[in-house]
């Protein structure tokens, strides 16, 4: 039996999340000796490293999602230290969304098994990511309560310092990524650290950090080419004045001391209370599909222009406060299961609200002509990122740590494979045309070699043109592939909708009557 789904659970009584083989596999004495973050420069881990990082996530994210709106970004303060805590379902692309838009660099905490796996680990040294062992792997035997307490303390130490310094920070307090429609309990991590970061500021006379909620928002979150919003919300003020002066005089020595349990608490409390809202805060997502059903018709019957991902979830938020009548709540519940089932939502009710929607003219021809960039440069993509793809897929269907976790194989293998593979495959391709090209001087009258002039130094130009070249097609086919996977989903959203919408045409006259 795997590890995770042995039924273990905590002293609250509340099960044990699922271990994947990864985190079931505890590599201490590598924990122990992994990087520390450095605090005095802009980078708490490799500069180089990390811009770079950055950079090839944000590639990654802007290619991921089909729609990416930021908003709130202005309630961050910018002259001292943030916390960021958010709910969390959507595996390591919760952090990254964070990451990205935020306008710090991070100190970054993550379960242990991301500083010590193959690839994944190298970059999480590089990042200064500082592990941190669960109740879940401690409770299970992964290591001895001692060792925890030391490596815990640590990290939580470090990250402290680094929100102290200045830095962001983000930690998850639900404490692993899930698949409900609600938080589930908030354990103590996020605000231990954070109180030890206003005891460290406190006594280094710095400015008290912040800690900031932040509702993640994914349409459908284990989809590619998904729709996203990130808001941040108003941050909470630590009770700066009421740290003890033995938690200041220890945390500001450096040295690891619990910060009280009633201030713990307490900050606990205030971030359940603002992070609730920005979560669809349901018993089940059935009543998310309802809702948005009830939405978009409404909106429709209004006449206004087709709502964002951003203003339909302000939209159901709004729903969960002033709820519609029973009788529409139950058709709703209807629609929205059903459409639920073939992958659609209230977004595919047509404009008149009596059926589904049909083909769009305009819609088909812009479809048509995105399909032409991916077909052309197929041949590049299957050389570039077919493997990536490929085993991204299979990986992220077949991972041991359930749904939400899909997505971080999809973005990891499209980060890695294209940073990887994609300067190996140019410098084999420049080396091949190099060895070919007398052969296509001849056939074609082309010599791309000596295109520059004969000299040895325009010839070392001409490869060097070629292997930029070839970066530059590969990075085009990946824009083609995710603008041509955004036409193929739509025909087979529009294919799903002419099967079911016959079977749902009463039903939504019937709801179009009650909104009325």
């Known amino acids: 039996m795997k590890k995770g789904f042995d039924g273990a659970r905590d002293h609250h009584g509340d099960l044990l999340p699922e271990l994947s083989a990864s985190a079931s596999r505890m590599k201490y004495e590598k924990l122990v000796n992994a990087p520390l973050p450095t605090f005095e420069k802009n980078y708490p881990g490799s500069p180089i490293f990390m811009e770079l990082g950055y950079f090839m996530l944000r590639r990654t994210i802007n290619s991921q999602f089909r729609t990416f709106e930021v908003t709130g970004t202005e309630k961050i303060p910018t002259d001292r230290g943030s916390m960021c805590s958010a709910w969390?379902?959507?595996?390591?692309?919760?952090?990254?969304?964070?990451?990205?838009?935020?306008?710090?660099?991070?100190?970054?905490?993550?379960?242990?098994?991301?500083?010590?796996?193959?690839?994944?680990?190298?970059?999480?040294?590089?990042?200064?990511?500082?592990?941190?062992?669960?109740?879940?792997?401690?409770?299970?035997?992964?290591?001895?309560?001692?060792?925890?307490?030391?490596?815990?303390?640590?990290?939580?130490?470090?990250l402290a310092t680094g929100i102290s310094h200045g830095f962001g920070c983000a930690l998850f307090p639900e404490g692993t990524s899930h698949s409900e429609s609600h938080l589930i309990r908030l354990k103590?991590?996020?605000?231990?650290?954070?109180?030890?970061?206003?005891?460290?500021?406190?006594?280094?006379?710095?400015?008290?950090?912040?800690?900031?909620?932040?509702?993640?928002?994914?349409?459908?979150?284990?989809?590619?080419?998904?729709?996203?919003?990130i808001e941040y919300g108003d941050p909470i003020e630590l009770p700066h004045e009421e740290l003890p002066k033995e938690l200041v005089d220890t945390i500001g020595s450096g040295d690891w001391r619990e910060p009280p349990a009633d201030l713990v608490t307490g900050l606990r409390d205030q971030l359940k209370e603002k992070l609730e809202p920005m979560t669809p805060n349901r018993d089940t997502f059935s009543e998310v599909h309802r809702d948005g059903v009830i939405a978009h018709m409404k909106r429709k019957l209004e006449n206004k222009p087709e709502l964002t991902w951003r203003e339909e979830v302000l939209e159901l938020r709004r729903l969960k406060n002033e709820p519609e009548s029973k009788e529409i709540q139950d058709v709703a519940t209807r629609i929205g299961d059903r459409l639920d089932e073939s992958g659609l939502d209230g977004r595919d009710i047509n404009s008149s609200c009596d059926g589904l929607k049909g083909v769009s003219i305009l819609g088909a021809a812009i479809n048509f002509l995105k399909l032409i960039p991916f077909v052309l440069f197929l041949p590049i993509l299957v050389l570039s990122m077919g493997?990536?793809?490929?085993?991204?897929?299979?990986?992220?269907?077949?991972?041991?740590?359930?749904?939400?976790?899909?997505?971080?194989?999809?973005?990891?293998?499209?980060?890695?494979?294209?940073?990887?593979?994609?300067?190996?495959?140019?410098?084999?391709?420049?080396?091949?045309?190099?060895?070919?090209?007398?052969?296509?001087?001849?056939?074609?009258?082309?010599?791309?070699?000596?295109?520059?002039?004969?000299?040895?130094?325009?010839?070392?130009?001409?490869?060097?043109?070629?292997?930029?070249?070839?970066?530059?097609?590969?990075?085009?086919?990946?824009?083609?592939?995710?603008?041509?996977?955004?036409?193929?989903?739509?025909?087979?959203?529009?294919?799903?909708?002419?099967?079911?919408?016959?079977?749902?045409?009463?039903?939504i006259l019937k709801l179009r009557d009650l909104l009325n």
């Open 88 to 158: 969390h379902t959507n595996g390591l692309v919760d952090p990254v969304t964070i990451f990205l838009s935020h306008p710090k660099k991070f100190v970054v905490g993550g379960r242990h098994d991301l500083v010590t796996r193959p690839i994944l680990g190298f970059w999480a040294r590089k990042f200064a990511v500082q592990p941190v062992v669960r109740k879940a792997e401690l409770l299970r035997g992964g290591c001895s309560e001692e060792e925890a307490n030391y490596l815990n303390g640590r990290s939580l130490l470090n």
């Open 188 to 229: 103590t991590g996020p605000f231990r650290t954070v109180l030890a970061a206003a005891a460290h500021a406190k006594a280094n006379d710095r400015k008290p950090p912040m800690l900031i909620p932040i509702g993640l928002h994914f349409r459908t979150r284990h989809l590619f080419r998904t729709d996203a919003w």
């Open 387 to 507: 493997w990536q793809i490929a085993l991204g897929r299979i990986l992220g269907d077949k991972t041991d740590e359930g749904l939400d976790a899909r997505t971080s194989y999809h973005m990891l293998f499209g980060m890695f494979g294209s940073m990887l593979w994609w300067p190996i495959l140019a410098t084999i391709l420049t080396i091949l045309t190099l060895a070919f090209n007398s052969s296509i001087d001849s056939e074609f009258g082309l010599d791309i070699i000596a295109m520059f002039g004969s000299e040895l130094w325009q010839k070392s130009i001409s490869l060097v043109t070629v292997w930029t070249i070839l970066m530059f097609s590969f990075w085009l086919s990946g824009i083609s592939f995710a603008s041509g996977w955004d036409a193929v989903a739509d025909f087979a959203r529009w294919r799903r909708r002419s099967k079911i919408n016959h079977s749902l045409k009463q039903d």
